[in-house]
C-alpha cells in the first residue's frame, strides 16, 4: 500500500543520507589507510638495518610508519616483495636488481638511490695486495653482479685482463671474460656470505659490505684492494613493485631516505666506507 505521509519520506531521504555519508566516510578512510599505509621494507642485517632505523624516524615527519623487515639467511628479499609480503626493499644495487628481474621475471622497479658500498679483497693472512704468494687462492661471489666487481678489482690491480669492450655498466663478467692473468692466482668462487666466513681458509677474499660489516671489516680501513667509487655502476637502490611505482607513499619515503637526517648519520657512522649516493 502507498503511504502519502510527508513524514516517512522524509525518513527515507534522511535513512539514504545517512547510508551515504558513513559510505563516503568509509571511502575517505580506506583511501588514507591506501596511501599510508604500514610500509614493510626488506633489508639484510648491519648497514641496511642500521640506516633504515634512522630512515624509520624521519618518515614518521614524512606521514609514513616505515617498518624494516630482516631478511636473512638465503632469503630473497626480492622474491618477498615480487610476492607483495613486502611494500619495498632496499639492499641491492642497479646490476644485481637487472641480473634478478631477467633471470626470474620479478615486477619490481628503482624508485631511488641510496649509497655506494664498495666491495674490497679482506685478507687475515696478509697485510698488503702486492704480498699475496704466487697462485694465491682468491675467494670471488658466485653471484653475477658481485663476481663482476671482483673481476673489475682484480683487473684494476693487474691481476688479469677482461675482454674488449666490457663494460660493468652494461652487463656482467664471469670467469669466461677473463682473457689472461698477469699474476698466477686460483680464483674459488662461494656466496657473498660464505666468503665472510671463511676468511682464514683463503689468501684474500672480494666481500660485499652487508657482510664485511657484519665480520667487523670496512673496506677504507681493511681493504687490501677496494673497488675504484669514480663512474661506479653499483649505487644502491630502493625497489618496489611496477605496480606501486606511482603509489601515493612512494615519493615521500625516497624523501625520507634521501634526507639530510640520514646522510648525516652514514657519513658519520661508517667514515667513508658506505657514501651517499644522494
Do not use: C
Not at 658481485?146 to 666490457?166: C, E, K, P, Y
Not at 665472510?196 to 681458509?201: C, N, Y
Request: glycine share 8%.
Amino acid at each position: 500500500m502507498h503511504d502519502d505521509n510527508p513524514r516517512n519520506d522524509r525518513r527515507v531521504n534522511l535513512r539514504r543520507l545517512g547510508s551515504l555519508a558513513v559510505f563516503l566516510t568509509a571511502a575517505r578512510f580506506g583511501t588514507a589507510r591506501a596511501q599510508s599505509p604500514t610500509l614493510r621494507v626488506g633489508v639484510r642485517g648491519g648497514t641496511d638495518e642500521e640506516i633504515w632505523e634512522v630512515v624509520t624516524q624521519v618518515a614518521k615527519k614524512n606521514g609514513l610508519t616505515v617498518k624494516p623487515v630482516v631478511v636473512s639467511g638465503a632469503a630473497s628479499p626480492n622474491e618477498a616483495l615480487n610476492n607483495g609480503d613486502l611494500e619495498a626493499n632496499s639492499f641491492q644495487h642497479v646490476p644485481f636488481l637487472r641480473d634478478q628481474v631477467q633471470q626470474r621475471g620479478y615486477k619490481l622497479v628503482a624508485v631511488g638511490d641510496t649509497y655506494i658500498s664498495p666491495i674490497a679483497f679482506y685478507s687475515k693472512k696478509h697485510k698488503r695486495f702486492g704480498d699475496l704468494p704466487e697462485n694465491a687462492r682468491l675467494g670471488i661471489p658466485n653471484d653475477p653482479s658481485n663476481q663482476t666487481r671482483a673481476l673489475v678489482v682484480l683487473r684494476d690491480q693487474g691481476v688479469l685482463t677482461l675482454r674488449d669492450g666490457f663494460d660493468p655498466a652494461r652487463g656482467t663478467a664471469t670467469l669466461a671474460d677473463i682473457t689472461g692473468y698477469r699474476k698466477k692466482v686460483q680464483l674459488v668462487e662461494a656466496a657473498s656470505v660464505v666468503l665472510a666466513r671463511s676468511l682464514e681458509d683463503l689468501d684474500a677474499s672480494a666481500i660485499v659490505n652487508t657482510f664485511a660489516w657484519q665480520a667487523g671489516l670496512i673496506a677504507t680501513r681493511d681493504g687490501l684492494a677496494v673497488e675504484k667509487r669514480e663512474n661506479n655502476p653499483y649505487v644502491n637502490i630502493i625497489v618496489v613493485r611496477e605496480q606501486d611505482r606511482g603509489a601515493a607513499w612512494v615519493a615521500p619515503l625516497v624523501k625520507s631516505y634521501q634526507s639530510p637526517e640520514v646522510r648525516a648519520f652514514i657519513q658519520s657512522k661508517y667514515q667513508g666506507s658506505v657514501v651517499p649516493a644522494f
